[in-house]
């Protein structure tokens, strides 16, 4: 099988039911932005320590899901267990770190870096899928777990800013 097929050379795509859409339909959108999570967390995953392969498989393999049912309008995809575990590594992550107390600006040792880049993919992605919420019945928790998901990847980048011994840039906005 080759890789090209030609047939999007016009514009258009297949969902997972064959049904073919122009590549600019929300659900294409949604389902390119969490590709691009996935490719920033493929690429986080080479910076980081064996430690946080399992999680970062797991949360690769949950957007997969999410994608799968976007393009098959479907309700599966994440599930009250990917949820769940996110909260359960936010937890463990935050309880290991200070909390920053005021807004931090992204950056750091390159893995924290990478990891504010899918933290801010990840809010585009959700903002992406709630588009496609807005015409399509999908399963909520969809949406809920890139929620949970941009807080994890905040977390990380702390931890892995700590860990670094890399202090956190701290902004404080002064409100008028």
Known sequence: MKYYTKTGDHGTTSLASGKRVPKTDIRIAACGDLDELNA?????????????????????????????????????GATTDDVAMLEHEI??????????????LPGGCKAAAQAHVCRAVCRRAERSLLCVYDSYALNPLNTQ????????FFALALYLNFIEGVAEKKLYIACK
């Open 91 to 104: 937890d463990n992550l935050q309880a290991q770190t200070t909390p920053p107390g005021t807004f931090v």
């Open 40 to 76: 920033h967390i493929g690429l986080l995953h080479t910076f980081t320590a064996s430690n946080l392969a399992p999680q970062l498989i797991s949360i690769q393999t949950c957007l997969f899901h999410i994608g799968t049912s976007i393009s098959a309008s479907t309700t599966g």
């Open 145 to 152: 777990y890139l929620n949970r998901l941009s807080d994890y």
